[in-house]
T-cell receptor, first 112, second 115 residues
Framework: AQSVSQHNHHVILSEAASLELGCNYS??????LFWYVQYPGQHLQLLLK??????LVKGIKGFEAEFIKSKFSFNLRKPSVQWSDTAEYFC??????????FGTGTRLQVFP | GAVVSQHPSWVICKSGTSVKIECRSL??????MFWYRQFPKQSLMLMAT?????????EQGVEKDKFLINHASLTLSTLTVTSAHPEDSSFYIC???????????FGPGTRLTVL
């Protein structure tokens, strides 16, 4: 069965610090990978996605993620966070069905 | 583009009553819609997948007679929580995707509180 692990449950950073959120999945076949963000009081929004090709994916708002197939990982990065990045971040995996399997989420708090 | 709406955004009901939640794709035809449940400080758990004109496929452990899903058109799916109980209180989120794409677009969610 597919599963997604996000090891960082709660991350606290100061503005301008660099960010890396871990995401590991378990699935033996071809996967599509996603990062979603949920700002306080808002709905889930797609940050970026990987289907194929260049394993380094650029998303919105300066985020990027790197797919490392050998490590079954899809970590999210941002070189310099802002207070407005405070949100919940979810990694998700889609295998050979329509289903998206979500990780448990990482709560990011950025202080000015 | 790819906007999904939900109505109502929040609802409070008495135990034993039924509640209907609507999910609409506003600017695209959603061939597939998904219903999730999100508990406080937890991830989204898929409840069911529905394709337009077909019966919904429920995930293991989700009671199909309790959570009735209808996807009658390419822009509307409804979730009816029948005979609601306090343990059904949760945040229900729908998402939609269109043919041959792997991206789901999420609605803003509906907060259900059963007294």
């Amino acid at each position: 069965a597919q599963s997604v692990s996000q090891h960082n449950h709660h991350v606290i950073l100061s503005e301008a610090a660099s960010l890396e959120l871990g995401c590991n999945y378990s699935y033996g076949g071809t996967v599509n990978l996603f990062w979603y963000v949920q700002y306080p009081g808002q709905h889930l929004q797609l940050l970026l996605k990987y289907f194929s090709g260049d394993p380094l994916v650029k998303g919105i708002k300066g985020f990027e993620a790197e797919f490392i197939k050998s490590k079954f990982s899809f970590n999210l990065r941002k070189p310099s966070v802002q207070w407005s990045d405070t949100a919940e971040y979810f990694c998700a995996v889609k295998g050979n069905t329509d289903k998206l399997i979500f990780g448990t989420g990482t709560r990011l708090q950025v202080f000015p | 583009g790819a906007v999904v709406s939900q109505h109502p955004s929040w609802v409070i009901c008495k135990s034993g009553t039924s509640v209907k939640i609507e999910c609409r794709s506003l600017d695209f035809q959603a061939t597939t819609m998904f219903w999730y449940r999100q508990f406080p400080k937890q991830s989204l758990m898929l409840m069911a997948t529905s394709n337009e004109g077909s019966k919904a496929t429920y995930e293991q452990g989700v009671e199909k007679d309790k959570f009735l899903i209808n996807h009658a058109s390419l822009t509307l799916s409804t979730l009816t929580v029948t005979s609601a109980h306090p343990e059904d209180s949760s945040f229900y989120i729908c998402s939609a995707s269109y043919r041959n794409t792997d991206t789901q677009y999420f609605g803003p969610g509906t907060r259900l509180t059963v007294l």
